[in-house]
């Protein structure tokens, strides 16, 4: 099984930064996409970005042009960099990785971000 650990979760206060990272147990890119989600208390879990083996990125309408995802392949991580954060990015933060051709998907246990007014 493919373990995932995240990291670099906290408070900060709106406007602020923080970058994420999820380190996999094995080389992502023997993954078909790695996916940052997150969710709210009372909410469902939602997707905020993605990016694909290729390199395609994508993100949630609510997030886009402050947030931004990337793979580091010599470190197995993928990062996600959250700039001007707003409460209502407050969230804890999962990250998915999947292999689309054995129908695998792996979850990591989340780190929470707290964006205070």
């Known amino acids: 099984q493919v373990q995932l650990v995240e990291s670099g979760g906290g408070l900060v206060q709106s406007g602020g930064s923080l970058t994420l990272s999820c380190a996999a147990s094995?080389?992502?890119?023997?993954?078909?996409?790695m996916v940052w989600y997150r969710q709210a208390p009372g909410k469902q879990r939602d997707l905020v970005a993605r990016?694909?083996?290729?390199?395609?990125?994508n993100y949630a309408d609510s997030v886009k042009g402050r947030f931004t995802i990337s793979r580091d392949g010599a470190k197995n991580t993928v990062d996600l960099q959250m700039n001007s954060l707003k409460p209502a990015d407050t969230a804890v933060y999962y990250c998915?990785?999947?292999?689309?051709?054995?129908?695998?998907?792996?979850w990591g246990q989340g780190t929470q971000v707290t964006v205070s007014s």
């Open positions: 990016i694909t083996y290729a390199g395609s990125t």
């Open positions: 094995e080389p992502i890119f023997s993954f078909s996409a």
């Open positions: 998915n990785v999947g292999r689309g051709w054995t129908n695998e998907t792996y």
